[in-house]
T-cell receptor, first 109, second 117 residues
């Protein structure tokens, strides 16, 4: 079966760096997405990786290793507004998105 | 403001009643999707449409139906609601159902919180 694994919850301190991991086992691979979802709101797109390596976008970076079925989202200079759930999703060989359950990130002052 | 509009935002429904969740987008996206989101689970695809006039079943289609008469609208109908359909429902759209020249990122509506008693 297809599976996306990510930690259920993480806690970090304002101003620090946090890495949220995602491992996947899917039928084929056509890209990996990270979305941010604040409580009670809709998910919003953060990043997309289709080739191995690091994609940097401001305070957020996303890394992909296709051979290891592994990605991480790196958040730097954490702010209180970064408290949210972070969703990892993989597009499989049928171009269907398989979603992880999300990682709830709690930022403490 | 361009985007996706869902209605209603929230609804309490008696079991056995029929309910239609509305979804409209003004981005001229070809592909549209309905997901449900339950605590502790990832987003689960109910139905999708790659282009106007076509629909397909997702991971959890039972008890739901959709139609795509035009590009903009993609309503989701629960013919006879049951308590297990209590969930938050998200409509989403993307420019294309496949990668191509764009990432295929999804744009989500604000969600419809449905409670079936």
């Amino acid at each position: 079966g297809q599976n996306i694994d990510q930690p259920t919850e993480m806690t970090a301190t304002e101003g620090a760096i946090v890495q949220i991991n995602c491992t996947y086992q899917t039928s084929g691979f056509n890209g990996l997405f990270w979305y941010q979802q604040h409580a009670g709101e809709a998910p919003t797109f953060l990043s997309y990786n289709v080739l191995d390596g690091l994609e940097e976008k401001g305070r957020f970076s996303s890394f992909l290793s296709r051979s290891k079925g592994y990605s991480y989202l790196l958040l730097k200079e954490l702010q209180m507004k970064d408290s949210a759930s972070y969703l990892c999703a993989v597009r499989d060989s049928n171009y269907q998105l398989i979603w992880g359950a999300g990682t709830k990130l709690i930022i403490k002052p | 403001i361009a985007g996706i509009t869902q209605a209603p935002t929230s609804q309490i429904l008696a079991a056995g009643r029929r309910m239609t969740l509305r979804c409209t987008q003004d981005m001229r996206h070809n592909a549209m999707y309905w997901y449900r989101q339950d605590l502790g689970l990832g987003l689960r695809l109910i139905h999708y449409s790659n282009t106007a006039g076509t629909t397909g079943k997702g991971e959890v289609p039972d008890g739901y139906s959709v139609s795509r008469a035009n590009t903009d609208d993609f309503p989701l109908t629960l013919a006879s609601a049951v308590p297990s359909q209590t969930s938050v429902y998200f409509c989403a759209s993307s420019a294309s159902s496949e990668g191509g020249s764009n990432t295929g990122e999804l744009f989500f509506g604000e969600g419809s919180r449905l409670t079936v008693l």
